[in-house]
């Protein structure tokens, strides 16, 4: 099949929501995490009335929600798309200024606020696929918060489109876009029966054709070490100390299962804070693998290394304790083949070739997809995202674009 070619809104339209501020902020209590969110959630609710979603709204958790009502007599299941309006706390999403380089020749990209900052083209091998298209960097002083305001901009697109366009036929579509899923609270406040959707796409994949029907399966631990204090100068043969056996546990762990040093799909133990004191001290590690049995194994691990450690300290003592964060979607989603049929069938008709694939982390999608909501992730075009070399190209959010009306449309056909 031919694609189709549209009149895309995409790029104007990303131009516009990077330039608001929607930085998620962990240290805080609140839903959303932090109020401009709202900023961006009060002009996409406005922007999707003013292209005749009649519901778009914004609700008080800064979640939006919209519906493009079915055209079909056909009964078709309600499927949504999904994207994330926070950007990274890892890097400054404050005054984005956004670049076009049009028609990419190839070679560095130097980004102008700030030339130390350039986005090479061996170290971004992706940029070997983007000769004579335009692509979009900040100026080297923010992230720019492709990740997920691509996924956004193509969705609002698609709306479009199929707004515009009554011949291509679809059931009934959900629009969501959410906060904090850069601090994986993206779904905590999501009002699923509202939403009423029986499948959901979340575009939030890096490299265009890319779908992702797995996650990491992820717990986090928390270990709090008791040892023995005294004062100093009066304690030999008395100190048991806690800050030392907890720089013990992280060393004793194997080398070779933590991030830096793994890949594809295997799993790692990862420290994410130490804190404490001579009596006192609490390590948390993140715990990530693709199986339960992995991800068993590494708490396993992680468990008998501190036991062992402790050995050495008579008097002093431990607890562990792990909490469940988020687990492997594809245990969902494989109980509903057609979710990743459609969309790997709409990749091919928007001109790509498909590619399953992994990711090494969360998406909203994996939480949704265990509270019901089966949630693969289709790519948005982001690359190097929380940095300050953040780029996207706009041939790969077209492509999105076209993507997202296409699984409109299969998922019609084949009802
Ligand atoms: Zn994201």
Same mark, same amino acid.
């Given at each position: 099949?031919?694609?189709?070619?549209?009149?895309?809104?995409?790029?104007?339209?990303f131009?516009?929501?990077?330039?608001?501020?929607?930085?998620?902020?962990?240290?805080?209590? #609140?839903?959303?995490?932090?109020?401009?969110?709202?900023?961006?959630?009060?002009?996409?609710?406005?922007?999707?009335?003013?292209?005749?979603i009649?519901?778009?709204?914004?609700?008080?958790?800064?979640?939006?929600?919209?519906?493009?009502?079915?055209?079909?007599?056909?009964?078709?299941?309600?499927?949504?798309?999904?994207?994330?309006?926070?950007?990274?706390?890892?890097?400054?999403?404050?005054?984005?200024?956004?670049?076009?380089?049009?028609?990419?020749?190839?070679?560095?990209? *130097?980004?102008?606020?700030?030339?130390?900052?350039?986005?090479?083209?061996?170290?971004?091998?992706?940029?070997?696929?983007?000769?004579?298209?335009?692509?979009?960097?900040?100026?080297?002083?923010?992230?720019?918060?492709?990740?997920?305001?691509?996924?956004?901009?193509e969705?609002?697109?698609? *709306?479009?489109?199929?707004?515009?366009?009554?011949?291509?036929?679809?059931? #009934?579509?959900?629009?969501?876009?959410t906060p904090?899923?850069?601090?994986?609270?993206?779904?905590?406040?999501?009002?699923?029966?509202?939403?009423?959707?029986?499948? =959901?796409?979340?575009?939030?994949?890096?490299?265009?054709?890319?779908?992702?029907?797995?996650?990491?399966?992820?717990?986090?631990?928390?270990?709090?070490?008791?040892?023995? +204090?005294?004062?100093?100068?009066?304690?030999?043969?008395?100190?048991?100390?806690?800050?030392?056996?907890?720089?013990?546990?992280?060393?004793?762990?194997?080398?070779?299962?933590t991030?830096?040093t793994?890949?594809g799909?295997?799993?790692?133990?990862?420290?994410?804070?130490?804190?404490?004191? &001579?009596?006192?001290?609490?390590?948390?590690?993140i715990?990530?693998?693709?199986?339960?049995?992995?991800?068993?194994?590494?708490?396993?691990?992680?468990?008998?290394?501190?036991?062992?450690?402790?050995?050495?300290?008579?008097?002093?003592?431990?607890?562990?304790?792990?909490?469940?964060?988020?687990?492997?979607?594809?245990?969902?989603?494989?109980?509903?083949?057609?979710?990743?049929?459609?969309?790997?069938?709409?990749?091919?008709?928007?001109? &790509?070739?498909?590619? &399953?694939?992994?990711?090494?982390?969360?998406?909203?999608? +994996?939480?949704?997809?265990?509270?019901?909501?089966?949630?693969?992730?289709?790519?948005?075009?982001?690359?190097?995202?929380?940095?300050?070399?953040?780029?996207?190209?706009?041939?790969?959010?077209?492509? =999105?674009?076209?993507?997202?009306?296409?699984?409109?449309?299969?998922?019609?056909?084949?009802?």
């Amino acid at each position: 099949m031919v694609s189709r070619k549209f009149q895309h809104s995409v790029l104007e339209r990303f131009l516009r929501y990077v330039r608001i501020d929607t930085q998620s902020d962990p240290a805080s209590k #609140t839903t959303p995490s932090t109020e401009k969110q709202k900023d961006l959630g009060r002009v996409l609710a406005q922007e999707l009335r003013d292209l005749g979603i009649k519901d778009a709204h914004l609700d008080d958790y800064g979640y939006v929600y919209g519906t493009v009502p079915a055209n079909t007599d056909k009964r078709v299941p309600v499927i949504c798309f999904c994207s994330h309006m926070d950007t990274s706390p890892d890097c400054s999403g404050k005054d984005v200024k956004p670049q076009v380089v049009r028609s990419y020749q190839g070679g560095d990209i *130097v980004l102008p606020g700030d030339n130390s900052q350039v986005i090479r083209f061996e170290e971004h091998p992706a940029l070997a696929k983007q000769i004579g298209n335009d692509i979009v960097t900040t100026d080297g002083t923010t992230l720019l918060g492709a990740d997920d305001k691509a996924g956004i901009a193509e969705i609002m697109d698609a *709306v479009k489109i199929l707004v515009e366009n009554l011949g291509i036929k679809h059931g #009934t579509i959900k629009i969501l876009f959410t906060p904090d899923e850069e601090i994986g609270r993206g779904v905590d406040k999501v009002d699923l029966k509202k939403l009423g959707a029986d499948y =959901a796409y979340t575009l939030d994949g890096e490299s265009a054709g890319h779908l992702e029907d797995e996650s990491f399966s992820a717990d986090a631990a928390t270990i709090r070490i008791t040892g023995v +204090s005294a004062h100093p100068g009066f304690a030999k043969g008395k100190i048991e100390h806690a800050i030392k056996i907890a720089a013990r546990i992280v060393e004793r762990l194997p080398k070779d299962m933590t991030p830096e040093t793994t890949e594809g799909r295997e799993g790692f133990l990862h420290p994410i804070r130490i804190e404490g004191a &001579l009596e006192e001290a609490t390590l948390e590690y993140i715990v990530r693998d693709f199986t339960e049995g992995g991800l068993k194994e590494k708490e396993a691990l992680l468990e008998r290394t501190v036991r062992d450690v402790i050995k050495d300290f008579p008097r002093s003592t431990y607890r562990i304790a792990f909490r469940e964060q988020y687990r492997n979607m594809k245990v969902v989603l494989d109980k509903h083949p057609k979710i990743i049929e459609n969309a790997l069938e709409a990749i091919r008709r928007a001109g &790509l070739a498909p590619v &399953l694939a992994s990711i090494r982390g969360g998406t909203d999608g +994996s939480r949704l997809s265990f509270m019901g909501l089966p949630c693969p992730n289709i790519f948005a075009g982001e690359h190097a995202f929380h940095s300050r070399l953040e780029w996207v190209s706009v041939a790969d959010m077209e492509a =999105a674009v076209r993507t997202i009306v296409n699984l409109a449309q299969i998922w019609e056909e084949r009802a």
